[in-house]
């Protein structure tokens, strides 16, 4: 069984709504986090990623995300999305005792209505 | 410009045959990952490769084979053997193993089974 969950399996919004994606991953100790996002026949691009400091991260097109380390949470979020942010997004652990792998959730795809 | 070369972009095979997905890179990186991504699992680690002459099984590595003979390359064989082959196939890389350190991906082979 996977060990990083994606809550939301498609989300639908219109454009300007707020946007907020659950990840949350069961491994305990030191991790890396971060988000990739896939646009319609496009490769993975990172968005953001958190490896230590500040909780807090912010990544490229105005997204960013929250560590909660006692919740084993990093969520996802964008105050006002736009039709382009329409695309899958992943969310990906990589955990010091997990050897060196990088595990995905299931992927969320977002819809933005314009 | 430096990254991951993912080829053929597009592959059928017949029933029965293996076939092999290329992954090359330029980017002087060390580790390198195998992931197949279907619709609604997110992406699956199938194999990856912290150093040459040396790979791990990922979650899902029955019917697959690789092998690590340069650090450039990481080829992936899809064997008879796999019950259901068809899917996206990705290849990433990262520029040290363990922590702090991000994934680049390729751009996908789609393989088919005809």
């Known amino acids: 069984a996977q060990s990083v969950s994606q809550h939301n399996h498609h989300v639908i919004l219109s454009e300007a709504a707020s946007l907020e994606l659950g990840c949350n991953y069961s491994?305990?100790?030191?991790?890396?986090l971060f988000w990739y996002v896939q646009y319609p026949g496009q490769h993975l691009q990172l968005l953001l990623k958190?490896?230590?400091?500040?909780?807090l991260v912010k990544g490229i097109k105005g997204f960013e995300a929250e560590f909660i380390k006692s919740k084993f949470s990093f969520n996802l979020r964008k105050p006002s999305v736009q039709w382009s942010d329409t695309a899958e997004y992943f969310c990906?652990?990589?955990?010091?005792?997990?050897?060196?792998?990088?595990?995905f959730g299931q992927g969320t795809e977002l819809s933005v209505k314009p | 410009d430096g990254g991951i070369t993912q080829s053929p972009k597009y592959l059928f095979r017949k029933e029965g045959q293996n076939v092999t997905l290329s992954c090359e890179q330029n980017?002087?990186?060390?580790?390198m990952y195998w992931y197949r991504q279907d619709p609604g699992q997110g992406l699956r680690l199938i194999y990856y490769?912290?150093?040459?002459?040396?790979?791990q099984k990922g979650d899902i590595a029955e019917g697959y084979s690789v092998s690590r003979e340069k650090k450039e390359s990481f080829p992936l064989t899809v064997t008879s053997a796999q019950k259901n082959p068809t899917a996206f196939y990705l290849c990433?890389?990262?520029?040290?193993?363990?922590?702090?350190?991000?994934?680049?991906f390729g751009q996908g082979t789609r393989l088919t089974v005809v």
């Open positions: 990433a890389s990262t520029t040290k193993t363990g922590m702090n350190t991000e994934a680049f």
């Open positions: 491994y305990g100790g030191t991790v890396n």
């Open positions: 958190y490896f230590s400091g500040d909780p």
């Open positions: 990906a652990v990589n955990a010091q005792n997990q050897g060196g792998k990088l595990i």
């Open positions: 980017l002087n990186h060390d580790a």
């Open positions: 490769s912290q150093i040459v002459n040396d790979f």
